[in-house]
């Protein structure tokens, strides 16, 4: 199946305005994301889905190819849902979404997404980092469960696996997981996602990859070492990002 990866951008974020076109290292952010996506060679297309003439226009001037979509989508997967069901894109089995404001998104995160989907195991995939026990008191990272086939349990920005006896600590640690937000769909699948209504637990933990599996979808996740370099969300970010960009591009690294 051929595989069509789409980065959502819009330039309505409020924590870190205009974010897309925000420069890191000298380029606009979503330029370096479709830079990174089409440069690790998992898609056979990558697509660059905004509502903002201003990110199609950059987009395009770097080469890139960009898709107008509704303004009004609540969601990147929304968007990458309309997407795919453009004309031009209907050949395309597998839809992968990354996000627009990862520009160090993890190969192997993006590859073991991808490679749940297209291998048949599961209509739905993502990744997760193995990670240590120090996660599990930061809300604002995301935590997955899995059964034993790598099938998502249920997902969380609270500590699971919960700790009910301090002496199985050591148990629990190998089971601690680090969401990566990088998703895979079949074509079928992401159709059922979006016509889905939102879901309670969507709704209480703002985790729309809940949505699907309390609706019964299968989601696997794939396991990678790498944990994720973190999103541009805030002025303090895209300084990290700045930085780091400018370390990984000194002569010699």
Known sequence: MKTLAVIPARLGASRLPRKPLRLVGGAPLVVRVWQRVFDLGVADEVVVATDSDEIAAVVRAAGGIAAMTD???????DRVAEVASQRQYAAYGVLLNVQGDEPFVSEAAVRGAAEVVTSGRFPLGTAA?????QILGMPHIVKVVTADNGRALYFSRAPIPWLREPGDASIRTAYVRQHVGVY???????????ALPQHPLERIERLEQLRPLAAGLAMGVATVSELPAGGVDTEEDLAHANARWNELSAPGT
């Open 71 to 77: 303004a009004s989508h609540p969601s990147g997967t």
């Open 129 to 133: 980092a193995t990670a240590t026990d």
């Open 184 to 194: 895979a769909y079949t074509r079928d699948a992401l159709a059922a996602w979006v």
